[in-house]
C-alpha cells in the first residue's frame, strides 16, 4: 500500500476521531496533517497545498460545509477532493455540501477500506 507521497488534511474537532482517519490514511502511505476547525485548517491550506482534505461538519469556529465553500474560492483548491465525513445524515445538509462544493460525503462511523477505496479514487 502507498499513497505516492500524497498529503490529506484530516479536521475534526473530536481529537480521537482525527487520530483514527489519520491513523487509518498514514497506514495507507499517506502524509497526514490535522486541525482541530474549520479556521485552523483553512489556515494550514492556504499555507500549504493539501492534495485531499477530510472534514467533519459539526465543529465550533467554522463547520465542514463552510470550510468547503472557503477552499473552493482558493484557486488552488479548484480541483482538490474535498470529501465531508459526518455523523449528519441530513439530505438537505448534503445538498448545501454539494452546492460548496464537496466532492463526497461519507457517514460516520467510517470503515476504513471504504475510507482507502473513496479517498484512493481522488489522489
Known amino acids: 500500500m502507498n ?9 475534526d474537532d473530536t481529537r480521537s476521531m482525527r487520530k483514527m482517519v489519520s491513523a487509518v490514511l498514514a497506514g495507507a502511505g499517506y502524509e497526514v496533517s490535522e486541525a482541530g ?4 485548517a483553512l489556515q494550514l491550506a492556504r499555507a500549504r497545498q493539501f492534495d485531499l482534505v477530510v472534514t467533519d461538519h459539526n465543529m465550533p469556529v467554522m463547520d465542514g460545509v463552510t470550510l468547503v465553500r472557503e477552499l473552493r474560492q482558493l484557486p488552488q483548491y479548484d480541483a482538490v477532493a474535498l470529501i465531508v465525513l459526518s455523523t449528519e445524515v441530513d439530505p438537505v445538509l448534503k445538498q448545501k455540501g454539494r452546492e460548496a ?4 460525503w461519507m457517514a460516520k462511523p467510517f470503515d476504513p477500506q471504504r475510507m482507502l477505496d473513496i479517498v484512493g479514487k481522488f489522489v
Open 101 to 104: 462544493g464537496a466532492t463526497g
Open 3 to 11: 499513497g505516492n507521497g500524497k498529503s490529506i488534511l484530516v479536521v
Open 37 to 40: 476547525d474549520g479556521a485552523e
